[in-house]
């Protein structure tokens, strides 16, 4: 099956800095990539998604600033949390698909802690 | 955006055939409907997916009735390792995820 990666799995960081994590599909080309956050005991909640090549198109109440998306070639694509407080520590998702409109398949995930 | 509706929570012994339906009344026409399962700490792994009738591959068969407001993941002789949560989403561009059935087997 289609296999997508995330690094780092794990992170952890001071209040004010910023942090990239990057999401690869290894065996397909990723025309959509989607990023997803999601908080304990909760479900996935999508923030934005982005098309190779293009800007990425973000969910209402999402903060493009904050999270800046770059999808710069078919199998890469990151996303960077930018000044990070602890209120955005999550578990940040990413999934990626050969067309807008395929199966998408997901990452394994990052935990991402503030302190 | 189609919304679903699936049990929160479902238990079932060890062996057992294990049955979620999810409901999703506004199905738009061209979605197909996607399932996953999600363990703790683990992005969702991909399931099944299908449009109409059945659809069966290596670890689980989908049952979608002609109207497709709702479709049924059956799940053979499930063992601990099926204990996950179970989302059914209609699959247009973007996936909305609800909330999800929490399975826990039981030995």
């Known amino acids: 099956g289609a296999v997508v990666s995330q690094h780092p799995s794990w992170v952890i960081c001071k209040s004010g800095t910023s942090v990239k994590i990057e999401c690869r599909s290894l065996?397909?080309?990723?025309?959509?990539m989607f990023w997803y956050r999601q908080f304990p005991k909760q479900s996935l909640m999508l923030m934005a998604t982005?098309?190779?090549?293009?800007?990425?198109?973000?969910e209402q109440g999402v903060e493009k600033d904050k999270f800046l998306i770059n999808h710069a070639s078919l199998t890469l694509s990151t996303l960077t949390v930018t000044s990070a407080h602890p209120e955005d520590s999550s578990f940040y998702i990413c999934?990626?698909?050969?067309?807008?409109?395929?199966?998408?398949?997901f990452g394994p995930g990052t935990r991402l802690t503030v302190l | 955006l189609a919304k679903t509706t699936q049990p929160i929570s479902m238990d079932s012994y060890e062996g057992q055939e294990v049955n979620i339906t999810c409901s999703h009344n506004?199905?738009?026409?061209?979605?197909?409907i996607t399932w996953y399962q999600q363990f703790p700490s683990q992005g969702p792994r991909f399931i099944i997916q299908?449009?109409?009738t059945k659809v069966t591959n290596e670890v689980a068969s989908l049952f979608i009735p002609a109207d497709r407001k709702s479709s049924t993941l059956s799940l053979p002789r499930v063992s601990l390792s099926d204990t996950a949560v179970y989302y059914c989403?209609?699959?247009?561009?973007?996936?909305?995820f609800g909330t999800g059935t929490r399975l826990t087997i039981i030995p």
């Open positions: 999934s990626a698909s050969a067309t807008s409109v395929s199966t998408q398949y």
């Open positions: 065996d397909f080309q990723a025309t959509t």
């Open positions: 982005s098309n190779e090549g293009s800007k990425a198109t973000y």
């Open positions: 506004n199905i738009a026409t061209n979605d197909y």
């Open positions: 299908g449009y109409k």
């Open positions: 989403l209609p699959k247009g561009e973007k996936l909305t």
